[in-house]
């Protein structure tokens, strides 16, 4: 008997950006899925809807793969209707799963257990707001959330400048959004005046704000990302 798929399905990035985020492909799958893997309950069954789901929700089994259950994931349950056949769709809270969010370890399982695994096309804020920076996208570099102690997150910052500089590489990272202006003005402080600078804000949201400048220029720009998703790009000339 053949084995269902895995479908990594993005999900919005933003309030309001549902039709920049998904494909009429993408309403065609979730309408022959009935099974999910989903870090957030409650953003993917309001994403399921406003994506075209047309089976009624009450049919649709839900494994919880929130942060307080990944460890005791039973992917023997999980994986137990793919194995007869039928297919099985994994979300992330936003965003592509398995790309600076959970479901790695998801989507090794399903090609442990010879389940096909199926990418889908969707908003990932790393490679838009590389797009978008006018930076180097052959050589780039995504690290995550930088330290949180003031010290060492200035030493990270300045060996991100020393690699972008030394390698001609982008250097991309986030920040929790409640410390993104602390972020900003450590990276003002830190940094090099012709280093370059893209902050990425609220990327395809009604509030998108993406400007790339020299961190001279950054000086003299009054923002606030309080609170925002962002995510911040470096390149050193």
């Known amino acids: 008997?053949?084995?269902?798929?895995?479908?990594?399905?993005?999900?919005?990035?933003?309030?309001?950006?549902?039709?920049?985020?998904?494909?009429i492909l993408h309403q065609d799958i979730i309408n022959n899925i009935k099974e999910y893997v989903v870090e957030n309950e409650k953003t993917a069954r309001k994403f399921l809807k406003e994506a075209g789901l047309k089976t009624p929700q009450s049919e649709l089994i839900i494994h919880d793969?929130?942060?307080?259950?990944?460890?005791?994931?039973?992917y023997a349950e999980v994986f137990r209707l793919a194995?007869?056949?039928?297919?099985?769709?994994?979300?992330?809270?936003?965003?592509?799963?398995?790309?600076a969010d959970p479901g790695a370890?998801?989507?090794?399982?399903?090609?442990?257990?010879?389940?096909?695994?199926?990418?889908?096309?969707?908003?990932?804020?790393?490679?838009?707001?590389?797009m978008a920076s006018g930076?180097?996208?052959?050589?780039?570099?995504?690290?995550?959330?930088?330290?949180?102690?003031?010290?060492?997150r200035t030493k990270a910052i300045k060996e991100l400048e020393f690699l972008s500089q030394k390698e001609r590489s982008t250097q991309i990272f986030?920040?929790?959004?409640?410390?993104?202006?602390?972020?900003?003005?450590?990276l003002i402080k830190t940094c090099k005046p012709q280093t370059k600078l893209c902050v990425a804000c609220n990327v395809t949201g009604l509030e998108e704000y993406i400007l790339t400048q020299t961190i001279a220029q950054?000086?003299?720009?009054?923002?606030?990302?309080?609170k925002k998703p962002c995510i911040f790009l470096l390149f050193a000339p």
């Open 135 to 152: 930076f180097n996208g052959q050589n780039f570099s995504f690290k995550g959330y930088l330290p949180i102690d003031k010290g060492d």
């Open 83 to 99: 194995e007869t056949g039928s297919d099985i769709g994994l979300m992330s809270e936003a965003g592509c799963p398995g790309v």
């Open 174 to 186: 986030i920040e929790t959004p409640f410390r993104n202006n602390q972020m900003l003005s450590e």
């Open 1 to 23: 008997m053949a084995k269902g798929n895995l479908y990594l399905i993005p999900v919005p990035l933003a309030e309001h950006a549902e039709k920049a985020s998904y494909t």
């Open 105 to 130: 370890d998801i989507v090794y399982e399903a090609h442990r257990r010879g389940i096909r695994v199926i990418p889908l096309v969707g908003p990932s804020s790393i490679l838009l707001g590389l």
């Open 218 to 226: 950054w000086k003299s720009t009054s923002i606030d990302l309080h």
């Open 65 to 74: 793969y929130g942060k307080h259950k990944r460890e005791k994931m039973n």
